[in-house]
Nanobody, 128 residues
């Protein structure tokens, strides 16, 4: 059974940092691209970042480029999202998602339909 479990969310002040983790099990993690998505209240789910199976390529949305960094530890079946210089508009539920493909579906288009497994999400709130 596939499990994706996000952690690391919370309340942070503007300009602060958080590191999200996504622990995976039940599928071939080492051969799967992994993405991060987010969904704010009243808005559609949007792609934030994605990393290919072997870290050869990473992709970021324009809204987080230069502030967020995605990485993975295949020995631990875990993907991380380091989020710096957080802004109130980053407030959302953050989800990790896995694909059965080696490479990120749609690259910076973050094709939601290309992801096969989803976590339950972790809340990130940026507020003073």
């Amino acid at each position: 059974q596939v499990h994706l479990v996000e952690s690391g969310g919370g309340l942070v002040q503007p300009g602060g940092s958080l590191r999200l983790s996504c622990a995976a099990s039940g599928f071939s993690f080492n051969y799967s691209a992994i993405g991060w998505f987010r969904q704010a209240p009243g808005k559609e789910r949007e792609g934030v970042s994605c990393i290919d199976y072997n870290e050869s390529n990473t992709y970021y949305s324009d809204s987080v480029k230069g502030r967020f960094t995605i990485s993975r530890d295949n020995a631990k079946n875990t993907v991380y999202l380091q989020m710096n210089s957080l802004k109130p508009e980053d407030t959302a539920v953050y989800y990790c998602a896995a694909t059965r493909w080696l490479l990120c579906p749609g690259k910076t288009n973050f094709r939601i339909g290309g992801y096969d497994y989803w976590g339950q999400g972790t809340q990130v709130t940026v507020s003073s």
